[in-house]
């Protein structure tokens, strides 16, 4: 193809508040190391605006090295009426001491990890949500998970 193509650009379209429960350790299974984390609520702002309902969960795949493999499912009602269904996958990384830190509940830079993840949403009243792609940069803290999605163009 001799037409250049488009260079994606990020774009912030979201910043997500989600306020965790007790971590659940299930141990080792035929999976992996497997943790589920309640998902109690939360907040959303920015091209949407909405509050994160109770129910959802994130469940964790912990690798042998301390690698989180995330898998956060949940859902949210926005504020003009409608429901959104998100899902966040990706992994959260970094030296073996920040790892611990985050394990035990303590507030670590997001600067010395890397936590990110790939964010699809689901709306019957935000279809345009749907045919977007999204990256976000996170960060974790004792009770709860936030982050900024960044639509790619």
């Not at 001799?2 to 990020?10: F, N």
């Not at 509050?51 to 912990?62: E, K, N, S, Y």
């Amino acid at each position: 193809m001799s037409v250049p193509l488009p260079i994606p650009q990020l774009v912030p379209s979201l910043h997500v508040t989600v306020e965790l429960g007790e971590l659940e350790d299930h141990g080792m299974t035929a999976a992996g190391h497997r943790r589920i984390i309640p998902i109690l609520g939360g907040t959303i702002t920015g091209d949407v605006v909405g509050t994160i309902l109770p129910g959802g969960a994130d469940w964790q795949r912990v690798r042998t090295d301390g690698t989180i493999e995330i898998d956060s499912r949940y859902s949210a009602a926005t504020d003009d009426g409608g429901y959104l269904s998100i899902r966040a996958a990706g992994i959260r990384t970094g030296s073996p001491a920040v790892l611990d830190a985050l394990r035990r509940g303590q507030e670590v830079n997001p600067a010395l990890y890397y936590f990110r993840t790939m964010v699809t949403i689901e709306s019957s009243e935000h279809p345009a949500l749907a045919d977007q792609l999204f990256v976000a940069a996170c960060a974790r803290g004792r009770d709860r998970v936030e982050y900024t999605a960044y639509r790619i163009t």
